[in-house]
């Protein structure tokens, strides 16, 4: 059996959100490596390995949400477009915002999905699933 680890970012300040986040995909999961940042400036901290992210390694998927304090989640994506390494990382965006088409349909982007955050508890656990399966997905690639 492959013992590789998939590295996921989660950009995500709803700490509500990131437990219920983490207890889904780490569930039965052991291949998941979860690393979770709470605003938009430590995001880009993080990809560009600055401060106190000097040895982050580079994530296999970023989980996105758009409305982030200090730096938003369409400013993280800005700032990564072009940047060797950092714009081919596959990003779901995962946000209570409605869909921007403009993001998700420009090619600059790597985004694989784009979901709205669903309300209801069975869908939102299904949403989380949804994107558990697509980084078992990434572990054959």
């Not at 993080?46 to 994530?59: C, G, H, M, Q």
């Not at 990564?80 to 779901?92: F, H, Q, R, V």
């Not at 993001?103 to 309300?119: A, C, D, E, G, S």
Request: proline share 4%.
């Amino acid at each position: 059996m492959n013992k590789k680890k998939v590295e996921v970012l989660l950009v995500e300040d709803n700490p509500g959100d990131v437990t219920l986040i983490r207890e889904i995909l780490l569930e039965n999961a052991p291949h998941i490596s979860l690393n979770v940042i709470m605003n938009g400036e430590d995001a880009l901290n993080y990809l560009f390995r600055k401060e106190e992210f000097s040895d982050a390694t580079v994530p296999a998927l970023m989980i996105l949400d758009l409305n982030l304090p200090k730096k938003s989640g369409k400013e993280i994506l800005e700032e990564i477009k072009g940047e060797k390494g950092l714009c081919e990382i596959p990003i779901i965006i995962y946000s209570s915002a409605d869909i921007d088409e403009n993001i998700f349909t420009n090619k600059k982007y790597n985004i694989k999905y784009y979901l709205v955050k669903p309300i209801a508890l069975e869908d939102y656990i299904s949403s989380i699933e949804f994107i558990k399966s697509y980084i078992s997905k990434l572990m054959t690639e």
